[in-house]
């Protein structure tokens, strides 16, 4: 029963690290990244709001949410009963950026339907 349980521990963008805490094989990414943003370090300078900004790295490659930790472990030979350690990538959510393109683009469009209407009333010079 006990090798159904994972070690792992998650390092931070500064090089420091959250756990190690202990995982079944049948839990998903998208816990860990619950588990990454409860227990996230005070004073960080870069803080997830939620889970869906914080992205999970192992052997090189971005975990899928829906992915479960058996899923996601590679086998280690000699190293079983080792901590694994996920990278732990903080990318805030782009809900604000597009809603200001979405409010400049009003703008221009609203710039434009302006000019058009108004060019037709102008007199051309040296008419």
């Not at 990454?36 to 790295?57: M, Q, R």
């Not at 030979?77 to 597009?98: C, F, I, N, R, W």
Request: proline share 6%.
């Amino acid at each position: 029963m006990s090798s159904d349980l994972v070690d792992i521990k998650f390092r931070l963008y500064d090089g420091s690290d959250v756990g190690p805490f202990r995982y079944s094989s049948t839990s998903t990414v998208d816990m860990l990244k619950e588990r990454v943003v409860s227990d996230w370090p005070k004073g960080k300078t870069v803080i997830p709001k939620s889970a869906n900004e914080v992205k999970l790295i192992s052997s090189g490659k971005i975990l899928e949410n829906d992915k479960t930790v058996g899923q996601c472990r590679i086998p280690f030979g000699e190293l079983t009963g080792g901590v694994l350690v996920m990278h732990v990538v903080v990318q805030p959510s782009l809900a604000k950026t597009k809603t200001e393109k979405e409010d400049r683009s009003i703008t221009q469009e609203s710039l434009l339907l302006m000019f058009y209407t108004v060019k037709p009333n102008m007199q051309e010079p040296g008419s």
